[in-house]
T-cell receptor, first 114, second 112 residues
Framework: ETGVTQSPTHLIKTRGQQVTLRCSSQSGHNTVSWYQQALGQGPQFIFQYYREEENGRGNFPPRFSGLQFPNYSSELNVNALELDDSALYLC?????????????FGQGTRLTVV | GQQLNQSPQSMFIQEGEDVSMNCTSSSIFNTWLWYKQDPGEGPVLLIALYKAGELTSNGRLTAQFGITRKDSFLNISASIPSDVGIYFCAGPVIQGAQKLVFGQGTRLTINP
């Protein structure tokens, strides 16, 4: 059983640029969530994808968007990058809605905006 | 929104000591999850608790789901160097999606 994998592991971008982060979910998991973790804080929920549709969003602006593909993998896109977007971005997969709240995380993508 | 408060924020202990940390909320949770995060890595699920009063162990780790459903505790016995890291509690909240709300973490440092 393969775990959650994310790419790339590290990324440096310039303010105003766009970035795409990728995530492969754990086998058997159909739900993918994205979290942002600033230094010294707990992860903050960005949004969740289930059956290729966004089914919930945290307090993040529309320039944060995503996709889920038929194989349940997912992308996080961030447009017009700001310095405050520098953080560890975590992808988490889970088995479904409601009954299985446990989420399993990838190793994260460290994004630095300069 | 629902917030989880963890204490202590950091701990400095000697190898071999036992560790206790807790997590409290102003709201009721139906599930409590405990994660550990090493530097530069994603959180790893340690223990999941599903029922008020439940006590669950995973090796040297023991976690309890508080009777009021507003708190949870994690204990580590006979700490070893690889226990170093940040421990997070988390609980599921349904707002459209079922998301996890995390505490701010307890950072554990062990002196050999």
């Amino acid at each position: 059983e393969t775990g959650v994998t994310q790419s790339p592991t590290h990324l440096i971008k310039t303010r105003g640029q766009q970035v795409t982060l990728r995530c492969s979910s754990q086998s058997g998991h159909n739900t993918v969530s994205w979290y942002q973790q600033a230094l010294g804080q707990g992860p903050q929920f960005i949004f969740q994808y289930y059956r290729e549709e966004e089914n919930g969003r945290g307090n993040f602006p529309p320039r944060f968007s995503g996709l889920q593909f038929p194989n349940y993998s997912s992308e996080l896109n961030v447009n017009a990058l700001e310095l405050d977007d520098s953080a560890l971005y975590l992808c988490a997969s889970s088995r479904g809605q409601g009954e299985f709240p446990e989420a399993f995380f990838g190793q994260g993508t460290r994004l630095t905006v300069v | 929104g629902q917030q989880l408060n963890q204490s202590p924020q950091s701990m400095f202990i000697q190898e071999g000591e036992d560790v206790s940390m807790n997590c409290t909320s102003s709201s009721i949770f139906n599930t409590w999850l405990w994660y550990k995060q090493d530097p530069g890595e994603g959180p790893v699920l340690l223990i999941a608790l599903y029922k008020a009063g439940e006590l669950t162990s995973n090796g040297r780790l023991t976690a309890q789901f508080g009777i009021t459903r507003k708190d949870s505790f994690l204990n580590i016995s006979a700490s070893i160097p690889s226990d170093v890291g940040i421990y997070f509690c988390a609980g599921p909240v349904i707002q459209g999606a079922q998301k996890l709300v995390f505490g701010q973490g307890t950072r554990l440092t062990i002196n050999p």
